[in-house]
């Protein structure tokens, strides 16, 4: 485990290096935090959410839970409980404050028109942008695993 630890850390090495365009005071936990899920919260691998357009509650609650070890993902267990008060706030500042988008480019699996689907399923895959809501498949990604 400890080796597989070091691997992963010198591989995001070159991603933490270069997430330059942060302030100072955040730079060290929010450009650490972006190299999975992006410093716009926007992620580009598959597996790991996007956090854009969260609200502070959720992502507070969400990080503090992985802290906690009440929630668990293999990278993320390995190093959150290193994680303080004041580091979350610097976090859930900076993504909290990352808006929405306005607009979706439709996300049409070609079975159904929006108009067909169910409130639910339309949330899903169009959002509710007049309740600032992202589409859920733009923030847990297509395969609804986040």
């Known amino acids: 485990m400890r080796t597989k630890l070091i691997a992963t850390t010198f591989l995001l090495l070159p991603l933490f290096a270069s997430a330059t365009t942060l302030p100072k005071e955040k730079e060290s936990v929010v450009a650490f935090c972006s ?71 439709l996300q049409w699996r070609g079975d159904k028109w929006p108009g067909d689907m169910q409130l639910g399923e339309k949330i899903a895959y169009t959002g509710k942008m007049d309740a600032n809501v992202p589409a859920c498949v733009r923030v847990m990604h297509r395969t609804g695993l986040g």
């Open 35 to 105: 190299t999975c899920h992006g410093v716009t919260g926007v992620s580009t691998l598959d597996h790991i959410p996007n956090l854009w357009g969260q609200s502070q509650s959720y992502l507070r609650e969400q990080i503090e839970k992985f802290r906690d070890k009440k929630r668990h993902t293999t990278f993320m267990d390995a190093f959150i409980y290193q994680i303080s008060d004041q580091q979350i706030d610097q976090v859930v500042k900076h993504y909290s404050s990352v808006p929405a988008a306005d607009t979706f480019k």
